[in-house]
């Protein structure tokens, strides 16, 4: 168990929808990552958010968006769901100041199928 | 921004025999280079990792290298087992940038 926490764990849901996923970071950790993994697709950084602030952006398509709340957890909101936006999304912590050059540490991830 | 590629895409090896994975990197600041396990279905874990001022890292059966230089850093899994079958992929960052990963390998060890 890596600390981190996220849900649901799996969720199907229609194109055109919205749906937000939740992801909880190892306890004192102040940095937040998530990444797209895709059917036999690598890893896609999205963004990262540091103590509530955006700190990097990746390859986010415009329909998503995040945010890191007060106490730490984050929530991935994508909307206007396409078939192509099916794939496992990951967040990931760190407990470093932020910058880059930390070790990360992955939750179980969110599956999303779009039908 | 910094690009990683990773080689190969699928490796078989027999059990015992050992397994090289490859990657390179574009970005001459990226200063951490971490490998992780993927099994199907789970969540990446982290293996061993490696930083600049180091040139190679050992933990029991696995071992990184880096030459800084030509920008490539590798994986060996010695005497290897079933149950290093999986997806392994590895990673980027310098100071500034979040991990950026290759694309994983997929290692098969054959019984």
């Known amino acids: 168990d890596s600390g981190v926490t996220q849900t649901p764990k799996h969720l199907i849901t229609a194109t055109g929808q919205r749906v937000t996923l939740r992801c909880s970071p190892r306890s004192g950790d102040l940095s937040v990552y998530w990444y797209q ?3 036999d697709q690598g890893l896609q950084f999205l963004i990262q958010y540091y103590n509530g602030e955006e700190r990097a952006k990746g390859n986010i398509l415009e329909r998503f968006s995040a945010q890191q709340f007060p106490d730490l957890h984050s929530e991935l909101n994508l ?15 760190s407990s470093r100041t932020g910058l880059g050059g930390n070790t990360i540490y992955f939750g179980e991830g969110s599956w999303l199928t779009v039908v | 921004g910094e690009n990683v590629e990773q080689h190969p895409s699928t490796l078989s090896v027999q059990e015992g025999d ?11 600041a990226s200063n951490y280079f971490p490998w992780y ?6 969540r ?20 990184v290298t880096l030459n800084k230089t030509a920008k490539h850093f590798s994986l060996h899994i010695t005497e290897t087992q079933p149950e290093d079958s999986a997806v392994y992929f590895c990673a980027a960052s310098s100071i500034n940038t979040p991990l950026v990963f290759g694309k994983g390998t997929r290692l098969s060890v054959i019984a």
């Open chain 1, 37 to 39: 993994q895709s059917l």
């Open chain 1, 79 to 93: 909307s206007s769901l396409e078939l192509g936006d099916s794939a496992l999304y990951f967040c990931a912590s």
């Open chain 2, 18 to 28: 050992s397994a090289v994975i490859k990657c390179t990197y574009s970005d001459s």
């Open chain 2, 37 to 42: 396990k993927q099994e199907l279905g789970k």
């Open chain 2, 44 to 63: 990446p874990q982290l293996i061993i990792d490696i930083r600049s001022n180091v040139g190679e890292k050992k933990d029991q059966r696995i071992a």
